[in-house]
């Protein structure tokens, strides 16, 4: 079975920093992976996906993800935070093949400091 | 295009009542998701239906049951609410079941049993 895990509770990092944001998965097969962002009183916002192909993910708010497949990691960075990044994030994995579900981290809080 | 919508939006109920909550998926998504969410539990998945089948259920019990209808709009019911069952529920869709199809999430239904 997938599962995924989000060692950090919480992140800080002071605006202007870079940040990183850390997951690892366990999968049978190759995976699939998500990257969600929660703001208070909301919904999950959908960030960037690895399906295949590059390692470096481009998605949406000048975040990037980097898959490491020998170190079965997807971590969520991007190179200068923002106050207004300060949000709950989660990592999510589904393997590959058949209809597999979504499965998500426990998250992990990002406070940006001005 | 139109966002997931969920309604209600907020809702109280006693223990022992049964509770129905909707979801209305993005124009053209088949599969739609199911979680709950508690401070201490996290994100927890539910079940999801794709074109009015039940493609994959979590480990709740039966008193949460859900239901697809043929224009991809869903609804769960949780029956003979216990307190525990005070939580965010959250309803996601996706253009397709399973694999790189990322979930679009709505509001979510705050639901508190008192």
């Known amino acids: 079975a997938q599962s995924v895990a989000q060692p950090e509770d919480q992140v800080n990092v002071a605006e202007g920093n870079p940040l990183t944001v850390k997951c690892t998965y366990s999968v049978s097969g190759n995976p699939y992976l998500f990257w969600y962002v929660q703001y208070p009183n909301r919904g999950l916002q959908f960030l960037l996906k690895y399906i295949t192909g590059d390692n470096l993910v481009k998605g949406s708010y000048g975040f990037e993800a980097e898959f490491n497949k020998s170190q079965t990691s997807f971590h969520l960075k991007k190179p200068s935070a923002l106050v207004s990044d300060s949000a709950l994030y989660f990592c999510a994995v589904r393997d590959i093949g058949g209809f597999q579900k979504l499965v998500f981290g426990t998250g992990t809080r990002l406070l940006v400091s001005p | 295009k139109a966002g997931v919508t969920q309604t209600p939006r907020y809702l109280i109920k006693t223990r022992g009542q049964q509770v129905t909550l909707s979801c209305s998926p993005i124009?053209?998504?088949?599969?739609v998701s199911w979680y709950q969410q508690t401070p201490g539990q996290g994100l927890q998945f539910l079940f999801e239906?794709?074109?009015?089948?039940?493609?994959n259920k979590g480990n709740f019990p039966g008193r949460f049951s859900g239901r697809q209808f043929s224009n991809s709009r869903s609804e769960m019911n949780v029956s003979t609410l216990e307190l525990g069952d005070s939580a965010l529920y959250l309803c996601?869709?996706?253009?397709?079941?399973?694999?790189?199809?990322?979930?679009?999430f709505g509001p979510g239904t705050r639901l508190t049993v008192l």
């Open positions: 996601a869709s996706s253009l397709e079941s399973g694999g790189g199809n990322e979930q679009f």
């Open positions: 239906y794709f074109s009015e089948t039940q493609r």
């Open positions: 124009s053209g998504h088949r599969s």
